[in-house]
């Protein structure tokens, strides 16, 4: 039988070219009902914004529009992106050369769990539309707190019909989370000043580790 993350691998494979099209040719129905995937982007190329040529690691970097992103709207002066889905970091490697920033974009293919990270060597991580997909939060999180030296952004998904209709169609393992049970993640791992955004469908989490 295949394991949690091989079926979460599998899924993100066969569905790279249709998740880089929400970015690249979005309908009106991306824009309407997938509003949260541009949302939360947003919010961390701000984050990215504030801190000054950050280095950032870019948790489940996906098609890497937004690791793009980081570099030419963040500021980023480096930028790492590690994913499980070979599919998506061939697009991720492709869309950074096509922007003319693959000298400064490293895209690992992988499980970020089982993956080597300096501690403290990136200014900034980031996790979006990821811990979907985590069965063990708490030690995803601490992970993150540890390789992060300035601050990190994560989106959770909530509970509600969303979740139900992706919890039936999704060929992999999907979580959801409450306010209450991220603001005890983030204290358990050490972040105590951590801000939390209501976005459609869930949140996004601002914290600063030190
Ligand atoms: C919904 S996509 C989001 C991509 C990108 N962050 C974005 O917002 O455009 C989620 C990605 O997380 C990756 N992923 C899930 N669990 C992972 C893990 N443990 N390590 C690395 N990548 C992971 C999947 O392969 C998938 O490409």
Sequence with gaps: MKSKTALVQDYWDKHSDLFGDYYKNPTWFDRTFRKAIFLRAIIAIDVCKQLPNPSVLDIGSGPGMNSVAFVKKGG?????????APNMIDLARRHAASENIGDRCEFIEGDFMQRDFEPGGFDLAVALGVFDYIGEPQAFLNKMRRVAKKALVASWPENGLRMLLRKMRYACPVYSYTEP??????????MENVELI???????SKATPI
Aim: proline share 4%; no cysteine; net charge positive.
């Design 76 to 84: 980023a002066s480096r930028l790492t992106g590690v994913d499980l």
């Design 181 to 190: 049970q991220i603001r005890e993640l983030h204290q358990k791992a050490g």
């Design 198 to 204: 209501k976005i459609p469908g869930g949140w996004v």
